[in-house]
Each structure stands twice: as C-alpha cells, then as structure tokens.
C-alpha cells in the first residue's frame, strides 16, 4: 500500500502494516404509570465545554525534539522514550482469557421484580464484575468506591441499586432523590439513557442538567421535583444558587468519572455541591484512577466505603498500538487520507488537539469524500450528539474529536484510533486509545509522531 513509505520500523521487528491488518440538555420526565420519553430542547449560548483544548489553532504538527520537551504546552510523545510507549503490538498468545463467573445472577439480588425484568428487557444476561460486587453493598446502604471505567457497566452498578432503593420508597409512600455527577454532559445524557431503560413503568422521574444549553427547562423540570438528577458541576451550581436546585432532600449521590471532573477544574464545584447535601447520605464514588487528590475526596465525603477494584482492559494485550513516523516535510493529512481509503478502517475515531483544528479535519476529509463528523466543544450539543450517532451507527466512518468531548464515550467497534495530533499526557493516550478494542474486539492505535 501506497502509504507503507512512510512507514518505518518502530522498534526491531515491530513491523506495522495497514494494508493487512435549545439543549444540550434534555430533560424527561415520566408521567407515573407512562413510559420514559426524551424531549431535547434546542440549545442556546455558546458552548465552552472543552476547558482544557489549548487555544492555539491548528494541528501540533511542528517537528519533534528528540530527549527533551517543548516548552510551554507540552504533548506527551516528544521523546524518544515517550515514542516508546506508543508502540505495543497486541501479544499473541495461546492462553485463554479467564472468563469470568459472576458470583450473582440478577434474579438472585433482592431487587423489585418490575426492575429485574427491565434489566431483562435490556439483554443483561448477567452481572459485569462491577456490578456483581457492586449491587449488593449499595443495596444495603454502604457507601462505595468504584475503580472502574466507562465499559465495564458501571453505571448500572449504581443504577440498578438506586433505583430500586427509590421504587421501595415510593412504595411506602416516602421520596428517595439522587442526584448524579458526570464531567461531561455526553456522559451524563448515556447514564440518563441507561435510566430511562431500567425505569419504565416504575413511575418516577428524571432529568439531564448541563451547561451550554438554555436552562429554563432545566429550571421547569426541577419543578416537578424529578427522583434522579443526572448533570454537570457547574450547571448543578448554577441551579443550585438560583434555588430551584435544593440539595436538603437528596439522601444519595453519584459522583461519575471523578478523576475526570478533577481533571477539568470541577473541584470546588463538587466540594460546594456536596457540602450542601445532607451529611447523612449515601455516596457513591467512581474514578478509573487513583491518585492523592481522590483520595482526599473519598477521605471528606465517605463513610467506610467498599473499595471495588475493577481491573479493565489490558491495554497492551487487546490494542495493536504503533507510530506511523512522517517526515518534517511531508503533508500528514494526505497521509491519513491514503490510510483511511484502507477497508480495514472500518470505524476510526481520530484524536486532534484542538477544537479548531479538528472541524476543520473533519471538513477537509469530507472534502476528500471521506465523510467524517466531529465533535468537540464548540459544537453545539446537539450536533455533537447528531455527530456521535451518525458514527455509532455506521453512517459515516471517521470521526474527529478532541480528548474531553470523547472522555467515557461509549462507541461500540471502534476498529482504530489515530493519534493525529500527540496527546498532552500519557493519560490522554490510555483513554483516547481505551476507545478502540473494546470488549473481546481486538483495536488498534496508531500514533502521527512527525518529525
Ligand atoms: P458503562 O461502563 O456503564 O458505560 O457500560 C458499558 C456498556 O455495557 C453499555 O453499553 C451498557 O449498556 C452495557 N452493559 C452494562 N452492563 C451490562 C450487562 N450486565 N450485560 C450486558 N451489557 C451491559
């Protein structure tokens, strides 16, 4: 294939080879005795979700130094030893998989039967490890630490305890509220699609609370005092200091992908939001990491927590990771029009470093008639949703995204991911990756390292 000149040897036989191988927020509500509906509302004011995109324009497509770094906004990758690290091919080995045997079935968890049938209805054969280790100890009141990430069914590891706790409530005639923290209003609406399933029939109601959307349905649905309210720092503090948010009468709280909402500067805004709920409640914490700044946080607002470690993909096992080296005076982006022509990349997400830059790869694939979307925090939410189902479902083939607009997204079959652009940390690169090779699917991840 034409575009192998570019390639070069990675490291000694590592040989990498293409040819072959008014919303943004919706709120619903439940009419009791009706069925969950969406009602997305068109979006006003301007976006500003993608806090940490640096704001230069463009690509990083500048030539790289050897063995030691830029200075001033860095990306990870600009050594040699970095480079390394972008290299892994997925080790073939004889060895099955351990499968896992979960210790409960649904059915066993003592949960109400309308719930057990609409996890049923959902195709859930049987609990994930999360959720197998999870269920119970929220089922009796234990506040938990989850160590798990988007993939391993963690949201309905709280879900489906919480839920039930609220139908029980309900059925005595008392009210239980829950209110969910999520860094990114992309995963707050997939925890709110993942409730409405569970929820039918059940007779409460829920609502998405996110910024960059127009707030007064926000502000409407609050009214009806909604059982779950799924939404962002800022936005819930928002609603909060308009009092239409009173956090007295949530006994329970989700904090989704902590490490992510440390990452993007949520930090006050969580500590403000939980210093105003009650300090009897029931927490539940998840983070893919662990680091001294989360455990501070579980340290102040748990109680003897359950710590359940959930160990995910093996990154170096399930991806095919490699560079693609390009010299200083080649046009990278003939080069990924030359590897996106290739069949095998059937689904690829590709990572830029800028808002800017990445709408305008996006455009410029199209151009070349391979039709790509985008997403990113300038977009308005709408058509970033728009952009995300159009390339679940098959509808166009690339997508271009910047790091925090695609943190925890879930797309299934994702057969490759291009660093177009060099993540800022390695922790970026694990995620952008951690995108692709999903499940049993074996992914690949290709690095752009110009220079
Ligand atoms: P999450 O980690 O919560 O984002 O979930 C990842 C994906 O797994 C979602 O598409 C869920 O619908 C799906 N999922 C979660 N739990 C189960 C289960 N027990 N069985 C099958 N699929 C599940």
Redesign the pocket.
Known sequence: MQVGRWIHQATGGNDYRPATDGTETFSYRTPRGGSFGGNRRRRSGPGGFDRRSPSRPGFSGGPVRRGHRKSGIGSFGETEAEIAKFINKAVVTTEEEPTFVPEHKFADFPIDPRLKKNIEA???????PI?DKAISHVLVGRDVVGL??????????FLIPLIDKVVKHLALGKRERVLVMAPTRELAV?IEQ?LAGFAKGLGFRGMVAVGGANINPQIAALRHDPEFVIGTPGRLKDLMERKVLVLSSFYSVVLDEADRMLDMGFIDDMRFILSKMPKERHTLFFSATMSREIEQLIGDFLVDPVIISVKTRDTSRNIDQDVLRIPPDADKFEILVDLLQDRDFSKVLVFGRTKYGVEKLAKALSRKHIYAESIHGDKTYRARLKALDAFKRGQVTVLVATDVAARGL?IPAVSHVINYDLPSTYEDYVHRIGRTGRAALKGKALTFVQG
């Open positions: 959902k195709g859930y054969a049987f609990p994930s959720q798990a990430e988007t993939g391993t069914g963690k949201t309905a590891a997939q993942e879930d």
